[in-house]
C-alpha cells in the first residue's frame, strides 16, 4: 500500500468514526427529547391509575326526631369519618399536556377531584338519645337511625367540599403532579417549567 492510499484509508476511517459518532450522539439527544420524556412519565402515572395527595377526617353531628301518639323521641348521631381526594390518573391523555419548546414550560391540565368515602370511624361514633317511652313502644329508634346515618354521611361529604379542604387537596395534586414530570425531565438534563392546573 502507497502513502498516498494509506492517507485516503485514515481520512476514511476518521470520517466514518466521525459519522458514527455523530449518529451515536443524535440518538442520543433524541432519546432525551422533552417530549418523549413527558410521554414517558405519563404513561408511569397512568400505570399508577389514582393518585391520592390528600386525606381528612372530619365529625358530623346530626339530630333526628320523631313525633308519634303525643310523644317525641330524638337522637343525635357523632360520627367521625375519612375523606379521601383523589385524582383518577387514567383520564390523564396527552392532549392536556402542553409543552411550549420556546419557553421550556410544561402546562398539565388534570381532570377534578374525586371525593372517596366517607370512611365511618365505627369505634368513635357517639349516640344520644331522648324519649324512651316511645323509643322503646314503636319502631322510632330504627327510624331515627337510619335517618342519622344518611344525614351523617351527606354532613361530612359537605365539610370535605368546603373551600379550604378542596384548596388544600387541589395544591398537594397539583405539586404532586408537577415534580412527577419535572423530575424526570431534570434527570435528563432538561431544565424545564412544569406547572399543574385543574380543568374548570
Same mark, same amino acid.
Given at each position: 500500500m502507497t502513502r498516498g492510499s494509506f492517507r485516503v484509508l485514515i481520512v476514511a476511517l476518521l470520517a466514518l468514526a466521525i459519522f458514527l459518532a455523530w449518529r451515536a450522539w443524535d440518538g442520543w439527544q433524541k432519546s432525551y427529547d422533552p417530549q418523549t420524556v413527558v410521554a414517558a412519565s405519563l404513561q408511569g402515572l397512568q400505570e399508577q391509575n389514582v393518585l391520592v395527595p390528600f386525606t381528612a377526617r372530619y365529625v358530623a353531628v346530626v339530630t333526628s326526631t320523631q313525633n308519634r301518639l303525643g310523644l317525641e323521641a330524638k337522637k343525635t348521631l357523632i360520627m367521625p369519618g375519612t375523606v379521601r381526594y383523589e385524582?383518577?390518573?387514567?383520564?390523564?391523555?396527552?392532549?392536556?399536556?402542553?409543552?411550549?419548546?420556546? /419557553?421550556? /414550560?410544561?402546562?398539565? /391540565?388534570?381532570?377534578?377531584?374525586?371525593?372517596?368515602?366517607?370512611e365511618i370511624d365505627i369505634d368513635a361514633i357517639s349516640e344520644y338519645r331522648d324519649g324512651l317511652i316511645l323509643l322503646t313502644l314503636t319502631d322510632a329508634e330504627q327510624a331515627l337511625d337510619a335517618a342519622n346515618r344518611k344525614a351523617g354521611q351527606a354532613e361530612l361529604i359537605k365539610q370535605a367540599r368546603g373551600d379550604t379542604p378542596m384548596r388544600l387537596a387541589e395544591n398537594a395534586a397539583r405539586t404532586a403532579i408537577e415534580q412527577s414530570f419535572a423530575m424526570p425531565l431534570k434527570a435528563a438534563g432538561i431544565d424545564a417549567k412544569v406547572t399543574a392546573r385543574f380543568g374548570r
Open positions: 385524582v383518577d390518573l387514567a383520564k390523564l391523555k396527552p392532549a392536556d399536556l402542553d409543552w411550549d419548546a420556546a /419557553t421550556n /414550560t410544561l402546562t398539565v /391540565t388534570l381532570p377534578p377531584l374525586r371525593l372517596a368515602g366517607p
